[in-house]
């Protein structure tokens, strides 16, 4: 399931006093900061968008409507087709990409970035995907407690992974969840051919049908999930990834030591912020590739008015709770939320730009939005101290390493944040 990277500390941030509410399926946002991020805060504006969960949100039409699959093909010989958060309002047209963290192009590659104490990368498709296809071509980070993801993932939870843990570079794990159950007989490894995944490029594809997943690497079928497999008799629901996905791609510290012992332990152990990347480069990295995206056709009985939006029709958040609309998906404003998408629109949006509609934080670093983890490049700021923030990282998987206990804790920090401290000496 996905991780959730935060401050304890928000409420030491100078720059506002918003203390944004945490919301679960089972605490919604209320209706004047209705959105339940990602992360798991209500808000407005960006926690709208990519990620919103329509289940915890104060109602299924609080979220954004999602903009609908794109077949493409990204190459990086630049980042003008990717923005922060804090500029995109929905409009996937105009931006294919939004992250956080410090990235880099280079020789038309993507690198993705983790500066020592930083919480790393995570950079995000803004094209939901109803079925597909998507390939990358990647080179995994390395380093024990480091993990580069590549991942779809639903707004409620329906996930399908890739995950390279940096002490074992001879496999790629693989991983689905549906709507965030954990199960201990998800994942599976797949053993990567050639020298070691941080040095050799390999294909890495997720192949998505209503009827299968396939993980297919350097072109051959390693992993296949039947969806008739994942018929629960008790509920008599398919346990499948079946909702609209968002590819994400994402450099992350599992094993932070503020981590659960559990993850630290499946990362490889605890992180070392000084290890030969850091050292050599100033950062731990993953390299990616050329990415293709190729959408499918969506389920033959989805209800279709429109060619434009996916949204929500009811909260079992099924195959069929899906239509396909010609709603909008985009706010006029970051205080804009689903309930009223024209709000703020004759205002300046950069006006309501404050925690309460960017799930992150302002000032500092902590490697995410605010680009300057490099203390030596450092020159303002120097009272805050402490920061981070809302951050997505990246999936965890059930080895069966893991105890009891660290099951337990990741069962009910389902929807809830797992807060991480970082500390960076500016
Ligand atoms: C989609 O558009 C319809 C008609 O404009 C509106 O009634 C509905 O609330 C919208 N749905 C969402 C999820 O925004
Ligand atoms: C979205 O972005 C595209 C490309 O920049 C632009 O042509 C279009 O007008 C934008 N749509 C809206 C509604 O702003
Ligand atoms: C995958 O490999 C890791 C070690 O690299 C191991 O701990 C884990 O149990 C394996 N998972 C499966 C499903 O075999
Ligand atoms: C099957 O569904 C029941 C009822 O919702 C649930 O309690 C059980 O945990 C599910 N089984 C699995 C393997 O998820
Ligand atoms: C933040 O933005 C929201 C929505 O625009 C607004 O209602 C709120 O007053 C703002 N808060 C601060 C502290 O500026
Ligand atoms: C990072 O900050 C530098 C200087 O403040 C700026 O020039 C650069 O565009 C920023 N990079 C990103 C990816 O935001």
Not at 24 to 39: A, I, K, R
Not at 191 to 219: A, L, M, R
Not at 222 to 250: C, G
Not at 260 to 270: F, L, N, V
Request: hydrophobic letters at 30%; proline letters at 3%.
């Amino acid at each position: 399931m996905v991780r959730f990277v935060t401050p304890l500390v928000l409420a030491s941030l100078s720059v506002t006093a918003f203390a944004a509410q945490s919301c679960s399926s089972s605490s919604q946002c209320d209706e004047e900061y209705p959105c339940c991020s990602q992360y798991g805060e209500c808000g407005t504006g960006a926690y709208c968008l990519g990620g919103c969960d329509p289940l915890a949100s104060f109602s299924l039409d609080s979220c954004a409507p999602m903009p609908v699959c794109e077949s493409k093909t990204y190459t990086w010989d630049n980042l003008d087709n990717a923005i922060t958060q804090d500029k995109y309002l929905g409009n996937a047209s105009a931006a294919d990409w939004t992250y956080s963290g410090k990235v880099l192009t280079e020789d038309g590659n993507l690198i993705m970035t983790m500066p020592a104490k930083s919480v790393g990368t995570l950079f995000a498709n803004n094209h939901y995907i109803w079925y597909g296809k998507v390939s990358g071509k990647i080179k995994s980070s390395r380093g024990k407690g480091v993990v580069t993801a590549f991942i779809l993932l639903s707004d409620v939870k329906d996930e399908i992974d890739y995950e390279w843990v940096g002490a074992d570079l001879t496999a790629v794990q693989t991983n689905y969840y549906w709507q965030g159950v954990l199960d201990w007989h998800n994942s599976g490894n797949i053993s990567v051919d050639g020298e070691d995944t941080f040095n050799d490029w390999h294909t890495y594809e997720i192949d998505w049908t209503p009827d299968k997943v396939e993980w297919v690497v350097d072109g051959t079928v390693q992993r296949t999930l039947n969806k008739a497999d994942t018929y629960n008799e008790t509920s008599k629901q398919y346990q499948f990834p079946q909702t609209p996905s968002r590819l994400q791609m994402s450099l992350w510290p599992a094993g932070q030591a503020s981590n659960a012992q559990g993850t630290i332990d499946w990362a490889g152990g605890e992180i070392d912020w000084n290890s030969e990347d850091i050292q050599n480069v100033g950062y731990d990295y993953a390299t990616v590739g050329e990415v293709s995206v190729v959408c499918y056709d969506p389920p033959s009985d989805a209800t279709t008015s429109g060619d434009k939006a996916y949204i929500y029709t009811s909260s079992a958040a099924m195959e069929s709770d899906i239509s396909i609309t010609d709603n909008s998906t985009i706010l006029a404003s970051l205080g804009a939320t689903g309930l009223n998408m024209d709000l703020g629109a004759d205002t300046s949006s950069s006006s309501s730009t404050n925690s309460s509609s960017i799930p992150t934080t302002k000032g500092g670093s902590g490697g995410m939005t605010s680009n300057n983890t490099d203390s030596a490049t450092s020159t303002s700021d120097s009272s805050e101290t402490t920061t981070s923030s809302s951050f997505t990282q990246g999936t965890t998987t059930n080895s069966g390493a893991a105890g009891q206990n660290e099951r337990v804790l990741r069962g009910s920090l389902f929807g809830v944040l797992v807060a991480l401290v970082v500390l960076v000496t500016l």
